[in-house]
């Protein structure tokens, strides 16, 4: 039985995907994490008059070009409260910080650097440069100007932007929507008591969660028995549910009741491949119906949800425009590994910051693919690629990072 190599599934995933083109505009406090969708233009002038950096008084550099000049203060500017008088020789206002600059005055002297005279007037106690603490109009973006472009990730910098931009809502591309269906005889959603012989759906909601972190929105297709006529009616009602993605979990193997591939083809499925040269995951199957990519995933638990990492959440980001994430890493084995087979290695491991700031992988002893617990439990996964030799501790290998070691 040939396997396909993990690279070349995963490219072949990644090169019919086409990103969701439809847009949507959204509040800011709705738009993290989104992608914009198109360049953005400033509605205004940033900052839109020259503006006091400190506390302190605004004067005209040729009246303090000497240390302990003594000035008349006329008047104050205040945040959303300027001034609207005018600076003459010899004279200073008090001013704030963000205040309007008022006219005449050039330079701010910050209030440590003066001294208060009797009768409104002050002295300096210091020479700043001309232009010293002035925000100058249009210094951080003109009215006009594209500041923000198309296909950018709106982060905490970039929705600030589109704020001080005057952005109230933003266009943005929509998520892809990816249907989630269970499958199998045995299984009660999480809360149930199980009878004999059965057992909890966990895979959904590790599956899920893999999706939403890369931008999807979920549509939660429950659980179907191991039946031909539920698993093609769950599909029909995935299809006409507008989604990119059918991630099907389960019956994906050889056995008798693995019936999710050839129901799937029954419905005018395209197979574009199945099984690959990994462990665990070996039974994912890929294929297309009628434009949308159907995934199915393997029925483990721990196997689902490394499929879905590896294959589900770059998919995942490619069709909600988001860039590529990598969680490759080096660490450190804290112990030995034997040589590997032909399949690809997903161990999953403990990760550690040694002493030396290096990462330690220190590899669970099981791998079960049904151990829920022991992959909860995982920082990592070690990376065995195929025929690898045998591993000693000390070994720097590569770790797929499942989160921050601690
Ligand atoms: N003769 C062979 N048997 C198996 C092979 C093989 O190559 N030859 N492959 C094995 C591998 S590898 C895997 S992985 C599993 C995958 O099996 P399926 O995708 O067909 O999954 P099921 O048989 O439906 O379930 C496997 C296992 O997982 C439990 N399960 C299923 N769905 C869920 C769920 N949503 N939440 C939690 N647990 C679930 C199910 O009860 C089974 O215990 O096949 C091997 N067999
Ligand atoms: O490859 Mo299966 O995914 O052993 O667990």
Redesign the pocket.
Known sequence: MSLLPVEEALARVLAKARPREETERLALHDCLGRVLAEDLAARLTHPAFDNSAMDGYAVRHEDIAEIGAELAVIGQSAAGRGFRGEVKRGEAVRIFTGAPLPTGADTVIVQEDIEILEGARVRTLFAPAKGRHIRLSGQDFEAGELALFGGSVLDAGRLTLAASMNHDCLPVFGRPRIAIL???D??LPPGSSPGPDQ??????FGVAAIARENGAEILDLGIVADDRAAIAAAVAEAQSADIDVLVT???????DH?LVQSTLLGCGMTLDFWRIAMR????LMVGELAGITVLGL????V?SLVCALLFLEPLTRKLAHLPPRSRLTTARLAADLPANDRRQDYIRARLTVGPDGSLLAEPFSRQD??MTKIFAQSDGLIVRPPQAPAAATGDLCPVLKLREPV
């Open positions: 269970a499958t199998g045995e299984l057992i909890i759906a966990s895979n959904t979990l389960g019956g994906a193997s050889v056995g693995d665990p995951g070996k039974p393997p029925g483990n638990p196997s693919s049904s």
